[in-house]
């Protein structure tokens, strides 16, 4: 991977410079994240400061939404641990938290002085609408490293998810438990056989 230039998707990840650079860097996400922090998080993450590759991404957000919590506050833990420890966990996850944890304070006198106007049922539609633009985006772009891989198991058990949980409607837990199971063994099965 050293041969690669730094702005290909499969170089190396890069090291934050310290504990401020992080702080401001996810502060920023959080100050910036409306409509959802994951597609911003990813943004910085991967596109912006390429301190993940999009795998890794992929990797341990697929490991957080099996985790209980927050997904993005489960990311913010593995990764700062795997960088800096206790302290870079700290320093992404009080800048994640901070800037929005006051927003949403201010954000809730406001609503609860001038939510009843109509032109604000408006705004919140629109964001909405973004939100959910944003979502769909992010979705597309983390697609994007699968898709470059050779069909494998992998694939096959996203896809059975999808159609047990998207189309089935099966409930989700039980999908979990049949499903996660089965996605770990064939994820080791394909380990032993590199």
């Not at 596109?47 to 099996?66: G, S, Y």
Request: glycine share 10%.
């Amino acid at each position: 991977m050293a041969d690669l230039p730094a702005d290909h998707p499969d170089a190396a990840p890069v090291m934050p410079g310290s504990l401020t650079e992080i702080f401001l860097a996810f502060a920023w996400v959080s100050l910036r994240s409306f409509g959802g922090v994951l597609p911003w998080a990813r943004r910085m993450l991967v596109i912006e400061k390429r301190w993940m590759t999009p795998q890794e991404f992929n990797e341990v957000l697929a490991l957080c939404q099996f985790l209980p919590g927050p997904n993005i506050v489960n990311l913010c833990a593995v990764w700062g641990r795997r960088v800096g420890g206790l302290p870079a966990i700290l320093a992404s996850l009080i800048g994640l938290l901070g800037p929005s944890v006051a927003l949403m304070v201010i954000a809730g006198a406001l609503y609860r002085i001038y939510g009843a106007l109509p032109e604000l049922r408006g705004v919140l539609a629109g964001l909405a609408a973004g939100a959910a633009g944003l979502i769909l985006s992010t979705a597309v772009s983390m697609a994007e490293p699968l898709v470059r891989q050779r069909l494998g198991s992998a694939h096959v058990v996203a896809v059975a998810t999808f159609i047990a949980v998207g189309i089935l409607r099966l409930n989700l837990p039980l999908v979990l438990i049949v499903l996660g199971p089965l996605g770990v063994a064939l994820a080791w099965r394909s380990l032993d056989a590199k």
